[in-house]
């Protein structure tokens, strides 16, 4: 089972709305005779990759599958079938699948043909590693990610705004990799507007995965690296108030989406509706606070960066250091990191 | 000398304003024979308690010593000429003592005496390790760590001002064991209108560091923690515009200094002069900006708490939650912490 979750989890960020999906076949010996994994929607499930790799081994043999097999028709045969046609002897299970077309039906359909049928073998695993499609297929959502990049002192931007960089290139880099695991990345308008993000994972997934803007109005800017769709599609979803006249402003390029209301949830749900299980939020404080609010963040990656920015707010570590470009921010020199009960503690050495 | 090191750093918060000192005898042949390390001002230097132990074994020996040894009386005699009265034949010093009554000049003595010195063993942990001495002799202010507690999204509070707490126990303590290695502790008048704190080690350090509040005025309210000096000093630094006439309103217990002006610079020269090494600021926003600027923080430790307190400042990772306790707050579930180059990367789940 460790071996077919390793196997499910190299397809991570390009099976949705499918689940990730890994299978071993051993023969009627134990011996090791196929193995597969699912890559990408409208591509053959795991097991009857594993299956076909193991051929006339697979009679008597075991099954070991980190996901239910299905037992329905969708875009390929029922897994099921396969499994009954190869003369597998015993299915081992790690989670029953949440999609209610399957849900259970697919273990009855084993046993019931004779089979042997062991379930919940490192479950716990495999539910981690299918949170987002669990999710999406249990609530209607993409599972949604919250990720900042703020320094020390709490902060994602000067009082002028000014924000490049705060992390550094390998925090920058890891941020692209996480874009790879992820079908949307989710900006406001505002984002936008202040810093005219590309959003892509550099070339790491392919297709790029979708950059969607949530803006109340379309007003935004004529000239962006969001409308240039050659190098990843881009969707504007924006409030019922907007008229077709005002959509002159975009350029050819990225698609326009009304919602019901420009709200976190509402976009979600139109998301899933378009297969995405998992969407990256890289918003600002407005729309963070309001996604967080309606229930769209399910998890959290803050990278803290050593410098002090400063400013002036509700009540943070520092105020106001004077600072109006990212040049003059203090830069700390890390000296430890530790955990201490569920805190961290960062210290640091001023240079 | 790593075993110098760790007896010297036994007496870690207590020695000030002496540095911290360790020492080892070898006998002739190379055999332990005594060791040392200072207690505390007053009280034998650390060479002159391992040579005691050592008695007649020193003759001949070595003596390894984590500061050169120091030339001049002051409330105990020189420690050269314990060494030389002892027959030490070799000595071994980590680094030089930045004091300018001796720099180098220990050394000299001993060499012009005959004996082999060898020096710069191990210098660099040496001089980490009195970091916070070397920093008072050569700049004439205590070397000063500047600690907070914060939430994820950067906050130190509510916005209606609660604060109690961010962090949990174990990050409490671990604050209660930094104070113990401090000489004094520093809040601003506002901290101590807001949270009436303590401010002690909880009887991990004897005697207690000095608490110091560092306010213009000083109109502080009659009844605080800080005003019972049966458990710890208290030192309140004003201005120079507060007038005697000012004074009746505080309670008897606290001393009060007047400085020529209410700025960390002007405190901590006159906290180095009454011998502090390392002093902590837990101060609010205002002081602790004030601290940075005027160099006199050397030194940062932040708590991270896995909570979203929100709240609407310059620009921090989120605006406005609504929250008005800190039961309302939201608490996370630490997923993995890791080093990024020189940033954090600390990746939860939303419980």
Same mark, same amino acid.
């Given at each position: 089972m460790q071996r077919a979750l390793l196997l499910a989890a190299l397809a991570e960020g390009g099976t949705s709305p499918n689940p990730l999906v890994g299978a071993v076949v051993l023969n009627a010996s134990g011996a090791l005779a196929g193995e597969g994994f699912h *890559?990408?929607?409208?591509?053959?499930h795991a097991e009857v990759g594993a299956l076909a790799q193991a051929g006339e081994q697979a009679k008597g043999g075991t099954l070991v599958v980190t996901l239910e097999p299905c037992c329905h028709q969708g875009q390929t045969p029922p897994c099921t079938e396969a499994v009954l046609a190869a003369g597998i002897s015993r299915v081992v299970i790690a989670m029953q699948d949440p999609d209610p077309r399957v849900a259970g039906a697919g273990m009855e359909r084993l046993r019931d043909a004779g089979l042997e049928v062991i379930t919940g073998v490192l479950e716990p695993q495999a539910a981690h590693q299918n949170r987002a499609f669990v999710h999406r297929v249990s609530t209607g959502r993409p599972w949604g990610i919250l990720k900042w990049a703020m320094s020390l002192?709490?902060?994602?931007?000067?009082?002028?705004?000014?924000?490049?960089?705060?992390?550094?290139p390998q925090a920058r880099s890891w941020v692209h990799r996480l874009r790879a695991r992820c079908d949307a990345v989710i900006v406001g308008g505002g984002t936008l507007r202040a810093d005219d993000p590309l959003l892509t994972s550099r070339g790491q997934r392919h297709p790029e995965p979708l950059r969607v803007v949530l803006s109340r109005s379309i007003d935004l800017p004529v000239e962006a690296q969001l409308w240039d769709t050659a190098v990843a599609r881009t969707l504007v979803a924006h409030g019922p108030?907007?008229? *077709?006249?005002?959509?002159?402003?975009l350029p050819e390029g990225p698609e326009l989406l009304a919602l019901r209301a420009s709200e976190p949830l509402d976009l979600l749900e139109a998301l899933a509706q378009r297969g995405c299980n998992r969407v990256l939020w890289e918003c600002g404080p407005g729309l963070a606070a309001a996604a967080l609010q309606q229930g769209c963040v399910q998890e959290l990656a803050v990278v803290v960066a050593p410098r002090l920015l400063g400013g002036m707010p509700?009540?943070?570590?520092?105020?106001?250091?004077?600072?109006?470009?990212?040049?003059?921010v203090l830069v700390l020199e890390p000296d430890s990191s530790e955990q201490l009960g569920t805190d961290w503690l960062l210290q640091m050495l001023l240079s």
């Open positions: *890559a990408c929607a409208g591509e053959p002192d709490g902060r994602t931007a000067l009082t002028n705004g000014a924000s490049q960089w705060i992390s550094g108030e907007v008229s *077709a006249a005002q959509d002159t402003q509700a009540r943070t570590p520092l105020a106001d250091l004077g600072f109006t470009s990212m040049k003059q």
